[in-house]
């Protein structure tokens, strides 16, 4: 069995920005076993019942600014 996945997590598994509004938009990526790749961007208006996790696991962040997006720890 050829087993594709990295022995490390990655450093970032895409990117995030604040817009103006607050409004958190994260561009992320996953690449599966078989080295097929996905992506998604998902919008967190500070309306969202997760947008202070998502913002937690971000880190402090103002309007414009764009910054890594952190792998989420597993759940077991």
Known sequence: MND?????PPESIGSARMLEDGTLVLDLRATDAAGRVGDARL???KSHRQYREVL???GPMKPGETRPVPPWPERR
């Open 4 to 8: 594709r996945r990295p022995t490390t």
């Open 56 to 58: 937690e696991h971000l």
């Open 43 to 45: 919008y967190y208006p």
